[in-house]
């Protein structure tokens, strides 16, 4: 997955009594398939504001709803566009590549998910993923499915990526991986499918069941 943003407008606004400068970007990411053969991009609309104390960033899947939320929360508001001239692209670096170098240090399975740990970062994954070692593949109704995963304890992450095929996928340097399919049906039991934690628990990536591209 590729990602570039786009910074659109800037300003200031009120907000509980509080004067925030604001910034409105726009977020394209392109991803593709396990073989590179498809692409899709999707675009996703941020508000960014901050005050002397702090910074927020809200995500939105519309122009439309950016500004609804901006209209409805913001008074005093001045906002002046980036001519198109003038907008630099700016490539963002996934947060799951901060993970890539690291060795898997825990595998817990909890009653109906699955944690895995690298150092500080861990994964929870509400659908289970499948793992591959030495060309076969498990899934989780597999006798050697749990040792397999905890075999990969200690390992080192070569690679993670999410592709429109395969959803994510964790690539080690002995060549196993585990792959989590991020393309859900109606009935899948929860809103997320699974999350990506950073240092003290903090949300870093929310796969979340029928968002795009995963969306069926």
Known sequence: MDETELITSKGRGVWGGTTYELRLLTSSRTYSDS??????????????FGSKSGSDRRCFISDAARRAFIDQSFSDLVLTDIPEAKREPRRVISPL???????????????????????????????????????????????????????????????????????????????????????????????????????????LIIWRAGEEPFDL
């Not at 289970?128 to 899934?139: D, H, M």
Request: glycine fraction near 6%.
């Open 35 to 48: 073989l590179h053969q498809a692409t899709r991009t999707v675009l996703r609309f941020m508000l960014e």
């Open 97 to 203: 590549q901060t993970i890539v170098g690291e060795y898997m240090s825990s595998v817990t399975f909890v009653m109906d998910y699955l944690q895995l740990g690298f150092s500080d970062y861990r994964f929870n994954m509400y659908s289970w993923p499948t793992v591959t070692v030495q060309s076969r593949t498990l899934s989780q109704r597999d006798e050697a499915y749990k040792n397999a995963i905890c075999a990969l304890i200690g390992e080192t992450l070569s690679a993670v990526d999410e592709y429109l095929d395969k959803g994510l996928v964790l690539q080690f340097k002995n060549g196993s991986s585990i792959t989590l399919f991020l393309r859900v049906g109606r009935d899948f039991p929860g809103p997320e499918v699974a999350e990506f934690h950073g240092p003290n628990t903090t949300f």
